[in-house]
């Protein structure tokens, strides 16, 4: 199983922020764009992802109402969120975690950061199942 090419949703209203972010995921892994918290919440009526990569900041449901959809819902509770958000003060950080991410990167990233932030918390998830 630990062979499996991981899935991740990449969440963001943001072309450039998408397509960053899928070059330089799509190595490594499968990844689905998404661009609101609403195709999110629909898609994960079909597929479950490894990760969930979210922007906080979007038209519709923003990245904060998302994953308090998500974790209420006991079949993608469990999922992993990292926050990518230009709302990087402190107030904001602890917000994310405190409704259940497990990472917040500020926005813009660096893309090799974004990379090992991805590695490393699917691998931690990998060890916790």
């Not at 990569?53 to 959809?69: F, H, R, S």
């Not at 079949?75 to 975690?97: C, R, W, Y």
Request: overall charge negative; some cysteine; proline content about 5%.
């Amino acid at each position: 199983m630990a062979n499996k090419v991981k899935h991740i949703f990449l969440v963001d209203d943001d072309f450039i922020t998408l397509s960053i972010g899928k070059t330089v995921l799509k190595d490594n892994y499968f990844v689905t764009t998404l661009q609101s918290g609403e195709e999110l919440l629909h898609f994960l009526t079909a597929v479950k992802p490894d990760l969930i990569l979210l922007d906080v900041l979007m038209p519709g449901i923003c990245g904060y109402d998302t994953i308090k959809n998500i974790k209420a819902n006991p079949q993608t509770a469990e999922i992993p969120v990292i926050f990518l958000s230009g709302k990087h003060d402190a107030n904001n950080v602890i917000l994310g975690l405190s409704l259940g991410a497990v990472d917040y990167i500020k926005k813009p990233f660096l893309p090799m950061f974004l990379l090992k932030r991805v590695e490393s918390h699917l691998l931690t998830s990998d060890h916790t199942v």
